[in-house]
């Protein structure tokens, strides 16, 4: 996942990629969605590419990206099981926590 990972790091890729996963674009359309200077975006571009998260084929005189599909599979899956890990540890919690406030009333009961 390192270079997917990398890759997404940087709010503008992650950008990038939002819009990608929504719509083909040119690389002059990409770089109209922000204030920054065209061989910026270009660089983020080709940071995109070579981690295989996006790919471009030329049209003409443009090139046209879009989002490799999977590309992100990694990224997702480490949240999920993220997510799952955390999910079960608060879940022992909550029980815990209620466990202790029935305690509670017991005694003061």
């Given at each position: 996942?390192?270079?997917?990972?990398?890759?997404?790091?940087?709010?503008?890729?992650?950008?990038?990629?939002e819009?990608?996963?929504?719509?083909?674009?040119?690389?002059?359309?990409?770089?109209?969605?922000?204030?920054?200077?065209?061989?910026?975006?270009?660089?983020?571009?080709?940071?995109?590419?070579?981690?295989?998260?996006?790919?471009?084929?030329?049209?003409?005189?443009?090139?046209?990206?879009?989002?490799?599909?999977?590309?992100?599979?990694?990224?997702?899956?480490?949240?999920?099981?993220?997510?799952?890990?955390w999910?079960?540890?608060?879940?022992?919690?909550?029980?815990?926590?209620?466990?202790?406030?029935?305690?509670?009333?017991?005694?003061?009961?």
């Open positions: 996942m390192g270079g997917t990972w990398e890759a997404l790091t940087d709010a503008t890729r992650r950008t990038i990629v819009h990608l996963a929504r719509e083909e674009l040119t690389a002059g359309e990409v770089a109209a969605l922000f204030d920054a200077a065209r061989p910026g975006i270009s660089r983020h571009l080709r940071v995109l590419r070579e981690a295989g998260v996006v790919e471009s084929q030329a049209v003409g005189q443009r090139r046209v990206y879009r989002l490799v599909p999977g590309a992100v599979d990694e990224v997702e899956q480490w949240c999920r099981d993220v997510r799952s890990f999910g079960q540890r608060l879940d022992a919690l909550d029980t815990e926590i209620t466990r202790g406030a029935r305690a509670r009333r017991q005694e003061q009961g």
